[in-house]
């Protein structure tokens, strides 16, 4: 099953990537495939410790709107029946000023499999300073699928140690009405190297409070996360 989930994940992908080529022959058409030793979301692991298939789609047209697809194995304890998530974005990103740019989007967050019990909706936005820090935020009146609503925010910033290799490190608060669970935090710290054209090797150090390890039993807390990307 584990292994179905998987391949879902990558045809998705490619069914995506061609749909948006021929829907629109104006739109820069660009994707990812990752293989990663978990898939951790907000601090919170989503694949049980099991190791990850991701892969997305990006179509932007030249107004800065543009639609992408990316999908993840996962696996939740108790067993919810989802096998695989995919995310369907829609949004706008751009420059506002010489040195800021912002992008807009509407998450649909979709777990086949669950007689959509799981899918959730999310509203962010991000605004980026030089490439070198990001504020996002974003919302949603359903958030987690818990039927109460959600906030999170999350500050970062990047450091480039030479050509080829960058540090990334994000504090992220999730702020969560008090009938569904605390408001926890988390913080990550990656190392990124690109080890070819169009191939990164990234590390990344997570850790959370105690209320997200109550929020997500098992899934939450310390743990590193090792992944693989290539870009097309």
Known sequence: ???????????AGVMAMNLVAVGDAKADVT???ALASGYIWRGSSQTGEEAAVQAGVRATHGSGLYASLWGSNVSFEPDSGARSEFDAVLGWSGEL????????????????GTGRALDWTELSATA??????????????????????GTYA??????????????????GHYRLASAQAADYQHVQLSVIHAIAPKWELRATGHATDNAARQLFPG????RLEVALQASF
């Open 1 to 11: 099953m584990k292994w179905q989930a998987m391949g879902s994940v990558g045809m």
């Open 31 to 33: 994707g990812t495939l």
């Open 97 to 112: 000023a010489p040195d800021w740019s912002l992008d807009a989007n509407a998450t649909r967050y979709l777990y086949p």
């Open 128 to 149: 980026t300073f030089k490439q070198r820090a990001w504020l996002q935020l974003a919302h949603s009146r359903d958030a987690l699928a818990g039927g109460h609503p």
């Open 154 to 171: 999350q500050i970062g910033m990047r450091l480039p140690l030479s050509d080829a290799t960058r540090l990334e490190a994000a504090y």
């Open 219 to 222: 899934n939450a807390g310390t």
